[in-house]
């Protein structure tokens, strides 16, 4: 199943599908799909599900009544995917717990630095909620205003945020109203983990922020290297681009606190182990990475000032969401690689939503993972098929930890291309079944590709074998995903002698 089956579903609070239905929770099962968690959803219904012969009131409570196939939806749960499940549902949350530098972890999930982690009753509800801790909006002592508007965003087609911009800056409450949220913290939530992010101006400011926070029950401290949207110079990412500077006040942290340190480093640099190192001299314990890219959002044609405006300026400002996953999972894989970090705990966080975007960071070298910009569009509530999604993913592959699966794709990755195999070509395979058609695939190989696939009776593509370089761009075009890789793997040399005794140029079992 795939999000778009339930494209016109917004995702409602209190939803008033699930008011409407005395068997299950309608609105729960949706998210699940939203999150790819479809078979721990399909393997929670209970056997004597009724959708299958219901009057579907939830579709005609739902806000936008007959739009939104809940009933269908369910049914294909039970019919097609639970059928093939390999597993029943796990019945306990144990093999998600781990650590951070030592210290216990119930689960690897974390709320990440910033506005979703800004006050005691946002943290409480979300540790009320399942994850494991949170990472505090940055402490300062700078005198924080922030600008309105501060948020743009880059949407999907179905109106979900893939790119996310802010200029949002640190807290802006003092020092000494963030200490008495970390104590009262710690007092009703003991077994969650308060990581308190710090940025200071001097060394011996890094110093006394350490030391206040470790004394009023901080258990990790995060040394804000990173944020890309700081009024003034010398601050956040500039300290990040400067490895002399990581180190010297990473030292300085150190000599505030006794309790793990971490370094938040920027992705703003052409490699972050420069940085990775210098923290770790400085005597980090491990490192966050990554926080946001510096970004230019919308610019509008007719004012032409782009997202988000303030009274006719904007500003360069941090970008997060999944659009950027790709480039944090690079950052997190060459960290992970370099033989000089290898004992160290790295944090990972970019564009995280789904349970599966988290297992991509634990097998790249993450050992936990933060998260901001999906519970700003979401809500805490989505901790629940994150939790859900990984225990079943880790019980289904036979794991009994999070840490079995850590860096298990790192021999897979390499940060040059220089050892991908090129002496072979494997072709697509088209499935006429699911093909409707639309001629998508033919567009994109004649103008973005390599003309190798024409459109012949009833619309279905026909590939000429002896033009297909085995890019697979159709594949990413089509909207049915009516496109599959085939399990040929043609060498180019014998593809070419064949190619050479067809007066046409395409033989028998290179065209579908």
């Keep these: 199943m795939e999000r778009s089956d339930m494209s016109k579903c917004v995702l409602c609070y209190d939803a008033p ?14 998210r699940s799909i939203w999150f790819y968690n479809e078979k721990w959803a399909a393997a929670n219904l209970p056997y004597d599900t009724m959708c299958m012969s219901c009057h579907a009131l939830c579709e005609k409570k739902c806000i936008k009544a007959g739009e939104v196939p809940i009933r269908d939806l369910i049914t294909r749960l039970f019919l097609e995917v639970r059928p093939a499940l390999e597993i029943t549902v796990p019945d306990d949350m144990n093999r998600l717990k781990t650590e951070i530098c030592g210290i216990p972890l119930e689960n690897p999930f974390l709320l990440s630095s910033s506005v979703v982690s800004s006050t005691y009753d946002m943290c409480a509800r979300a540790f009320e909620a399942g994850w494991a801790g949170a990472s505090f909006k940055t402490v300062c002592s700078l005198d924080i205003h922030e600008a309105s508007p501060r948020f743009s965003a880059i949407h999907g087609s179905s109106g979900e ?34 990581i308190a992010s710090i940025m200071g101006q001097t060394e011996e400011e890094w110093e006394e922020l350490a030391r206040l926070c470790q004394e009023n029950g901080a258990d990790i401290v995060e040394l804000n290297f990173s944020c890309p949207n700081m009024m003034e110079e010398g601050l956040g ?57 510096k970004s230019i959002v919308g610019v509008n044609p007719y004012t032409y000032v782009s997202a988000p405006a303030v009274h006719g300026m904007s500003a360069v400002g941090g970008y997060s969401g999944n659009a950027v996953k790709p480039i944090a ?100 395979s088209f499935h006429p079944d699911k093909c409707i058609g639309c001629g998508r695939c033919a567009i994109s190989c004649w103008d973005g590709g390599h003309q190798a696939i024409t459109l012949f009776e009833e619309r279905k593509p026909k590939l000429d074998g002896s033009k297909c370089v085995g890019c697979h761009l159709c594949l990413l075009v089509c909207p049915q995903g009516a496109i599959t890789p085939s399990q040929k793997r043609v060498p180019l040399r014998r593809r070419a002698e064949k190619a050479a005794a067809r007066p046409d140029g395409v033989t028998a079992d290179e065209s579908d």
């Design 329 to 428: 999972l690079r950052f997190i894989s060459e960290l992970a690689k370099d033989p000089e970090l290898a004992d160290m705990h790295i944090s990972g966080m970019g564009g995280i939503e789904t349970w599966r975007d988290a297992v991509e960071y634990l097998l790249l070298g993450a050992g936990s993972v933060q998260i901001t910009t999906a519970v700003m569009q979401y809500g805490y509530r989505i901790i629940d098929d994150l939790k859900n999604g990984l225990n079943y993913y880790l019980a289904e592959a036979g794991c009994s930890g999070v840490s079995d699966i850590r860096g298990q794709a790192l021999d897979f990755i390499s940060q040059t291309t220089d050892v991908i195999e090129r002496d072979t070509v494997v072709f697509p």
């Design 237 to 293: 990412s500039d300290i990040g681009q400067e490895p002399e500077l990581v180190e010297k006040f990473t030292a300085a942290a150190k000599r505030g606190c006794s309790i793990p340190v971490l370094a938040k480093l920027t992705p703003n640099v052409a490699s972050m182990v420069p940085a990775g190192q210098a923290a770790k001299r400085g005597g980090a314990d491990g490192i966050s990475a990554i926080n946001t890219i």
């Design 17 to 30: 599908c699930s008011r409407e239905c005395p068997n299950i929770r309608p609105s729960d099962v949706l």
């Design 161 to 194: 945020i893939i790119g996310f911009k802010n200029i949002e800056q640190l807290s802006d409450h003092s020092v000494a109203e963030n200490m008495e949220v970390f104590r009262r913290l710690k007092a009703d939530y003991p077994s969650k983990v308060i």
